[in-house]
């Protein structure tokens, strides 16, 4: 999809948009085509973009769908419902002064069951650990984050 990212100047503008910006491009062309709906058991993770777009898009395609549903005839149910069941990857992980809005963020699309850590080492944004553990979550909701969600999606557990 042309973001016309090359117009920006620097590439901190770049890094800001690149991935959380192709990552709603594919995530609406796939809702809105309904892959979900064609392929109920397909396993959909996203990565490298964080998770603060997430709900964002969930809320935008759940008042759109309302509004103009009669345009995806392949959706049976409200996008927001598929999004529930994908997969984000934490990397980079949004850090906000007050930590509680991310756990608040993430709850919102039900990240505690869906969220899984990744560090993307060795790049220079890399994510140590310690972000997801030093968050205000229960001890399994971070068991889930660090591990399990992923030996679910990858069905190794």
């Known amino acids: ?16 948009l690149a991935h959380p910006l192709s990552m709603i491009a594919n995530m609406v062309s796939m809702i809105t085509s309904g892959v979900p709906e064609r392929f109920p058991q397909l396993r959909v993770a996203f990565a490298e973009a964080g998770i603060a777009w997430v709900p964002f898009v969930m809320w935008r395609l759940d008042k759109e769908y309302t509004e103009q549903r009669r345009q995806v005839p392949a959706l049976q149910e409200r996008p927001s419902a598929h999004i529930r069941r994908f997969h984000f ?33 060795p790049h220079h ?33």
């Open 89 to 121: 990857a934490t990397q980079p992980i949004e850090e906000p002064e007050d930590s509680h809005e991310l756990v608040s963020l993430l709850r919102t699309f039900g990240g505690e069951d869906n969220v899984m850590f990744a560090s993307d080492w």
């Open 125 to 157: 944004d890399f994510d140590h650990p310690r972000k997801v553990l030093q968050l205000p979550l229960p001890p399994e909701s971070k068991k889930k984050i660090m591990g399990e969600n992923a030996a679910r999606f990858f069905k190794i557990a």
């Open 1 to 16: 999809f042309p973001f016309n990212l090359h117009e920006f100047d620097t590439a901190i503008a770049r890094h800001t």
